[in-house]
């Protein structure tokens, strides 16, 4: 395969993209569209343009097909580390990329005004590439140490084929005319195969990319609240199911508290749904700084939640649901303009060894409404001993 064959490629292969990008786009409104995903497709549509015109060299005239070509292909590569940071949940750093295209343009139009030799434009452009390749790879590398298979492989690649692609433009300058057996011909075609390779591993990367974190943000939901980021009922009972086991075996008991807010329907209709969620995130965050770090709060639904104590016995665990109810009611919630004093109610239980899910959670409960009925904003303990 000769370096124009590869150029086509790029520019069809691109194209291709942007038309199958163009069919999957009617259907985005539907589903989430990944972060980043609108970079991606301007890198898209912009490097199967510079593609296109950089095969069309000899054709077209030069200013469309040298700088004109460069800065569009050099605005793909900028948008595609674009899109790598936006996934990565840093849309910031697009902020960066945009003075970096812009040095990238000027350094290569102005070669091409002086009429610098062709190898130190080349130079140029491999640097700019190699640039933006590595800008890609910072934002891949961010996940790397909780990463799975195939961000590491990304990034891997992406910094050996930069290496490659730079190693082209400085061969390009340094030794114009090769050395040996390393001929221009061969840097030439070892530079343009590592940067087919840098386009389309960065295409399927990213579209992989995107969608194993849409599943494992997908799996996350199954067992996380969305509002609180606390476990949800599913999570919670998954997670209190080894303690409930392990209560059959002697030793320090795990204690469970059940709380709800009080009268919070009362903050949905006095100011809104969207305040009530702000309160709810808020007093989440107040219960969670008074507990130790292998105690476990969840939300059960509503207004309600429940926490885990590993070794906890009751008379602790009510110490933990006091401090917890003073906390709250010490703590007023700045929403807006809106400075809403909340309340809550507690149940307080250990696990027994007969317990199983259902026991528990129905003795706390009652507890809890006995915290109710008695007039809210107090903690109540239930009885823990076996019955007989
Ligand atoms: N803002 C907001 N409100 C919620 C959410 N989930 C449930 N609620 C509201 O929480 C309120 C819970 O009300 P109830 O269970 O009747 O009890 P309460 O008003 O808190 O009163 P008591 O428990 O009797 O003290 C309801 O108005 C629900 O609409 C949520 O995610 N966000």
Known sequence: MDIKTLVLALALGNFSLCAALFFYQQQEVRS????????????????????????????????LTIPFAYAVLFSGFAFDASAWWELAGRRVWRRYLLPALGVSIGLFTGAWLLDMPAGDRIGIAALVAGFFALASAGALGRGWRRGTLLRRYLVLSTLSLTLVV???????????????????????????VALYLLTFGNVFGYLLLSREQQESELARLEVADPLTDVPNRRGFYL?????????????????????????????NEHYGHPVGDLVLKTLVEVCQKQLRDSDLMGRMGGAEFAIQLPRTGQEDACMVAERIRLAIAALPVKAGKAVINMTASLGVTTIRPDDAAVSLFKRADEALQQAKRE????????DSTPEV
């Open 239 to 267: 997670a209190l199911a080894p303690w409930i086991a392990l209560a059959r075996r002697p030793g320090q008991p795990t204690a469970l508290i059940l709380l709800k807010f009080d009268d919070f329907k009362r903050i």
């Open 32 to 63: 989430a569209p990944s972060a980043g995903l609108r970079s991606w497709r301007i890198a898209r549509q912009l490097q199967a343009v510079a593609w296109g015109l950089l095969y069309l060299r000899g054709a077209l005239p030069d200013f």
């Open 166 to 192: 730079v190693l082209r433009g400085v061969l390009a300058v340094l030794l114009p005319d090769g050395a040996e057996w390393l001929s221009p011909a061969l840097v030439q075609a070892a530079g343009i």
């Open 375 to 382: 007039g809210r904003n107090r903690v109540v303990a239930a």
